[in-house]
């Protein structure tokens, strides 16, 4: 999986069928609001009634009760309390949980730095047998070198403002990448060709991870694919996405990562990859696509690669 904040968004609303995984996460903020406000008309609260026997601020209630604030557990138990509503506590917050994972803030889930997620994905790595990703803008971290890995968790320390634990974090990447030689395991990745060309990291950085990928790609349990830029889509390269088998499918952005377990979405972004997939090039004509870069690329590189 990339580091957060890779994959570019320009503000811009996607076709229906692209938004299933912001707009699921925004119905479950504003469904989760609704339940509050109907507790607090049941009630007989106003707004600023209830927010000044909670001593908050007037505007906080409007914005859980709008969805536009996401309610920490403590909200939950207070706004239960003063409105004589204990028995909906325990509902209230596991739709609160079930949000949270769904949409998770890079601020919150990296706070003790990037190694822990690291060790996250390791989890799910081990439970995996079939991984399918896609990626427009970067390299998947499973097929990283060190030296790009670095660069890309540089720039979310700087961007996010973590702890600076990027040693520990690149080591733990490298250490996931031993599941690729794992016989059991099977890896389907799709990249666009502007992700072996975006300037992400220095010439000499990116020549050596071009190599890389070369090397991957002869792997017997790896199926590496590359969309060149001649080619004509099905489906629109939206963002990237990671799926692990059939049970999960996880979306980074700028602000956060969306971890979506809805039988209907896991379909949905199924297909996606499908259409993504078949028209991809392999074997030979995807490294022909690589070594293409790497022809473009070597002469900004300086000699020695120093």
Request: aromatic letters at 8%; charged letters at 25%; one cysteine or more.
């Amino acid at each position: 999986m990339t580091l957060p904040g890779i994959t570019p968004s320009d503000g811009t609303t996607l076709p229906p069928n692209n938004t299933s995984d912001a707009s699921s996460v925004h119905e479950a903020r504003n469904a989760l609001g609704k339940r509050l406000r109907e507790l607090r008309q049941a009630a007989g609260f106003s707004g600023r009634q209830l927010a000044e026997s909670l001593s908050w601020p007037p505007s906080k209630v409007s914005k859980l009760e709008n969805g536009r604030q996401t309610p920490t557990d403590d909200d939950i138990r207070g706004w239960t309390n003063a409105t004589s509503a204990e028995a909906e506590a325990e509902a209230l917050l596991a739709s609160l949980h079930t949000l949270e994972i769904q949409h998770a803030e890079w601020q919150r889930i990296l706070r003790t730095g990037l190694r822990p997620r690291q060790q996250e994905h390791i989890e799910w790595d081990q439970k995996t047998r079939l991984f399918r990703a896609f990626e427009v803008t970067v390299i998947p971290g499973l097929l990283q070198t060190a030296e790009y890995a670095r660069a890309r968790f540089a720039e979310g320390i700087r961007r996010l403002k973590l702890p600076n634990d990027i040693n520990e974090a690149v080591a733990a990447r490298m250490r996931r990448q031993e599941i690729l030689y794992q016989p059991d395991k099977r890896f389907h990745f799709v990249l666009t060709e502007a992700a072996l060309r975006f300037r992400l990291c220095p010439p000499a950085v990116m020549l050596g991870q071009l190599d890389r990928l070369v090397s991957f790609s002869a792997l017997p349990n790896v199926r590496l694919g590359i969309i060149g830029f001649e080619t004509q889509y099905a489906t629109s390269p939206w963002h990237g996405f990671w799926m692990y088998d059939n049970e999960r499918v996880l979306v980074e952005t700028f602000s956060a990562a969306l971890d979506l377990r809805q039988p209907s979405e896991i379909e949905l972004y199924g297909d996606a990859f499908e259409q993504l997939a078949a028209v991809a090039s392999y074997g030979r004509s995807a490294r022909t696509i690589i070594n293409r870069v790497i022809d473009d690329l070597a002469p900004e590189a300086p000699e020695g690669g120093e």
